[in-house]
């Protein structure tokens, strides 16, 4: 059964990849490359930071440059909540007539609920995020919601399929859609490698983008385990 769940929602991914895939205004594929840390403080405690290098196409014209610090407190092995900053640095000269580029902050709010059907396990994350620009952009907010699927083939390889929806506090409502996939690689117990498809949908957009990133992970309890 968990074998034609996963292969179900595969297809299902796919098929809206190919409806969208018509629009014409999908003429380039870009490419997202991401260096993040997870770094565990204690069973209720850890740390996050992350980098990325957002291109309107595979390996030049630079859209976005971000920087993401966070932390996050487990309540249970189900529950979880995170506070967030993120920085943004946008250019945006390469699909509009813009006069220069523009920083952003970003202040992140989480909760994370965690489940599981068979092996395939799941994770729900409820984001608000408060937006705020260097230019005359007037400050907004985003309230996003995320249902992530992932399934372990092996203990080295882990194949994922997500979507997110992000909605705007004032009209329109809609802001714009995440829908994607990847597989990871535990090169090591802490550190992974992940290479991945996503479809970013806007209202009369569609962008493919391709995903690539390493994630180090870093366990400071065995220190302390260590010199006790």
């Known amino acids: 059964m968990k074998y034609n769940l996963l292969a179900t929602l595969v297809i299902i991914a796919l098929g809206i990849n190919t409806i969208h895939a018509q629009d014409p205004s ?3 594929f870009g490419a997202w490359y991401i260096i993040a840390t997870n ?3 204690s069973d209720k405690i850890s740390i996050q ?3 990325q290098f957002r291109f309107y196409e595979l390996a030049s014209e630079l859209q976005q440059f971000k920087i993401r610090l966070g ?3 487990r309540f249970s092995e189900k529950v979880s909540a995170a506070l967030g900053y993120g920085y943004f640095r946008n250019d945006p000269s390469y699909m509009l007539e813009m006069p220069e580029n523009f920083d952003e902050h970003r202040l992140v709010t989480d909760v994370n609920f965690f489940g599981s ?3 395939v396990k799941l994770r729900h994350r409820y984001r608000m995020e408060n937006r705020f620009f260097s ?3 007037d ?3 985003w309230l996003r919601y995320m249902l992530k699927l992932s399934y372990p083939i092996n203990a080295k390889w882990t194949i994922d399929l997500y979507d997110e929806v992000f909605l705007n506090v004032e009209q329109p409502v809609f802001a714009q859609n995440w829908i994607g996939a ?3 690689y535990a090169i090591a117990d802490a550190i992974k490698t992940r290479i991945g498809y996503q479809k970013i949908q806007f209202e009369g957009a569609d962008f493919d983008r391709l995903l690539v990133g390493i994630t180090v992970s870093t366990d400071f309890r065995k220190n302390e385990t260590n010199k006790n």
């Open 182 to 184: 990847g597989l990871t």
């Open 49 to 51: 930071a992350q980098t």
């Open 71 to 73: 932390g996050t407190y």
């Open 139 to 141: 400050p907004s907010t």
């Open 26 to 28: 999908e003429d380039e």
């Open 39 to 41: 770094n565990t403080i």
């Open 135 to 137: 230019n005359d952009i």
């Open 117 to 119: 059907i068979g092996a």
